[in-house]
């Protein structure tokens, strides 16, 4: 008899999602790590200008979510930060950063993708993209949202706890490795974005954009914003 061919990746998602649910029987995450670290503070965390980039008042303008998905974006982090850079050259780059005390199950985070097609963009399949942040490898995903004249390039990661886990699997893994700490972890999306036609042109803007401002941050900034190596 001749069996179907079984997709690796769904069924390793499938049993780690298993022994996630087997495991929270046995163990309920109940400390959260937020709030027995440094208090994050984006405003602070974030510099007004670096490496001749600087807050432009002349913003891009990001998406405006709705009533309902700004209450629910709301219930998902504790902070939201997001400006508009430009450089001498004119070069636009819009930052987002939405960091949240409880990254749980409960509470999952909201993918970039999801919230642009909420909006009605069309958006494109995202797919893993690798780029050089501060001397070492940094696995983003890019992105493309576009509704009438403005397309949108994006690169974007989430740093859970202190380790970048941008793959859904990687999520859950993350999470898994807390629960079975009793911990909750908390976590950061972090988004760049510009309105270039030029796709390729705009992710490598967006990687010199990352390069420039973890290179300004300090040490703790540097893992805030990227995770540590470890």
């Not at 405006?64 to 998905?69: R, S, W």
């Not at 494109?124 to 690798?130: F, Q, Y």
């Not at 999306?189 to 401002?213: C, G, K, P, Y």
Request: hydrophobic share 45%; charged share 20%; net charge neutral.
């Amino acid at each position: 008899m001749k069996f179907p061919r079984l997709h690796v990746p769904t069924v390793m998602a499938a049993i780690l999602m298993v022994v996630a649910a087997l495991l929270s029987v046995a163990v309920t995450p109940r400390l959260q790590v937020g709030d027995h670290i440094v208090r994050v503070d984006l405003e602070a965390l974030i510099p007004n200008a670096f490496a001749g980039w600087e807050i432009d008042q002349d913003e891009l303008g990001p998406i405006v979510a709705d009533a309902a998905e700004d209450e629910h974006i709301g219930t998902i982090y504790s902070q939201v930060l997001t400006r508009t850079y430009s450089n001498k050259d004119g070069r636009q780059v819009m930052l987002t950063l939405a960091y949240g005390r409880d990254q749980s199950d409960s509470l999952a985070i909201h993918r970039p993708e999801v919230c642009y097609s909420a909006q009605g963009f069309k958006v494109t399949t995202p797919h893993n993209h690798l780029i050089h942040v501060a001397n070492r490898p940094l696995e983003v995903k890019v992105v493309s949202a576009q509704l009438g004249w403005r397309f949108e390039p994006i690169t974007y990661w989430f740093v859970i706890g202190n380790r970048v886990a941008t793959g859904r699997l990687q999520r859950k893994i993350e999470q898994l490795k807390y629960g079975l700490t009793g911990k909750i972890p908390d976590g950061m999306l972090v988004r760049v974005s510009s309105l270039e036609q030029d796709t390729a042109m705009a992710f490598a803007h967006h990687e010199q954009f990352i390069n420039d401002l973890v290179l300004a941050l300090d040490t703790k900034g540097r893992e805030r914003l990227i995770g540590t190596r470890n």
